[in-house]
Each structure stands twice: as structure tokens, then as C-alpha cells.
């Protein structure tokens, strides 16, 4: 991780980083809630029916797509937050689903999210078990 800032050094790049993340995650699930919607809409509300899947699937591509194609989901964009590799650099597709999978999981089983989120609050960088485990890091993108 010797690419990445140094919390130490440049506390800058991981000031509020946590706090950033909730408010853009509680963005983005709006966003796809209303993506959802559409799509329910769109059937005719017989999408209502596979609600789980549909919002799973929606989830899924919503963050692969924006996270490869700019290193952030629109809310940590709104937040001036990104994700960086273990190199410094920008999120590819590979990483981005990589990560994406790596958030189900955590989000499917409930004492691995709360094992995340208390890493995420007192880790020296804020990552999260699947930025541990990815060597991903989630920085501010102005600092």
C-alpha cells in the first residue's frame, strides 16, 4: 500500500471519508430504489412480484458500471469521494465487480457488515473488509 497516501502524512485524503460514505450509500440506494421503481412501473407492476431480485439486479450493475467508469458510484461522486487500488489508481471492471461482489457479501450477512463498518471507523485509511481484502481504499477526490 506504500502508493496510496499516507494517513499520517495526508490526513487530507481521508478526512470524513467514513460519515462520506453512509451519506453516499443512503444516495445511492435512493437512486436505484427509484430505478426500481421505473422498472416496476415498466411491467406494469408485475415487477413488484420479484421486487428482490430486480433491486439486486439493478444494485449490482448500477455499481459495476459507475464504479469502472469513474472510480465512484453517483453518490460518493456527490460526496467528492472515489475508490483507488492498492496502486493509487482508478477502479477497471474487474475491481469494480470485485468490490461490488465483495459488498453483497458483506451486506448478506449482517455481522460481516457490522465487522466492516467498525473497520471503516477506526482503520487509519477507513477501509471496509472488502477494501482490506481488495487493498482498495475509498479517498477524497479534492484532497
Known amino acids: 500500500?506504500?502508493?496510496?497516501?499516507?494517513?499520517?502524512r495526508q490526513p487530507?485524503?481521508?478526512?470524513?471519508v467514513?460519515?462520506?460514505r453512509f451519506i453516499a450509500w443512503l444516495f445511492d440506494i435512493a437512486f436505484i430504489s427509484l430505478l426500481c421503481t421505473v422498472a416496476i412501473l415498466l411491467t406494469f407492476g408485475l415487477g413488484f412480484f420479484v421486487l428482490a431480485l430486480i433491486y439486486a439486479v439493478v444494485s449490482f450493475v448500477y455499481r459495476v458500471i459507475t464504479i469502472a467508469n469513474g472510480s465512484a458510484t453517483l453518490g460518493m461522486r456527490f460526496m467528492g469521494i472515489e475508490l483507488r487500488d492498492s496502486f493509487g489508481?482508478?477502479?477497471d471492471?474487474?475491481?469494480a465487480v470485485a468490490h461490488t461482489a465483495g459488498y453483497f457479501v458483506s451486506m448478506a450477512f449482517?455481522?460481516?457488515?457490522?465487522?466492516?463498518v467498525i473497520?471503516?471507523?477506526?482503520?487509519?485509511?477507513?477501509?471496509?473488509?472488502t477494501d482490506a481484502f481488495l487493498g482498495?481504499?475509498?479517498?477524497?477526490?479534492r484532497a
Open 119 to 129: 473497520m471503516m471507523l477506526t482503520s487509519a485509511r477507513g477501509q471496509g473488509l
Open 136 to 141: 482498495t481504499v475509498m479517498i477524497n477526490q
Open 1 to 8: 500500500m506504500t502508493h496510496l497516501p499516507d494517513p499520517d
Open 12 to 16: 487530507e485524503f481521508y478526512q470524513s
Open 110 to 116: 449482517p455481522v460481516i457488515q457490522i465487522i466492516s
Open 93 to 95: 471492471l474487474g475491481k
Open 89 to 91: 489508481s482508478r477502479m
Open 18 to 20: 467514513a460519515t462520506k
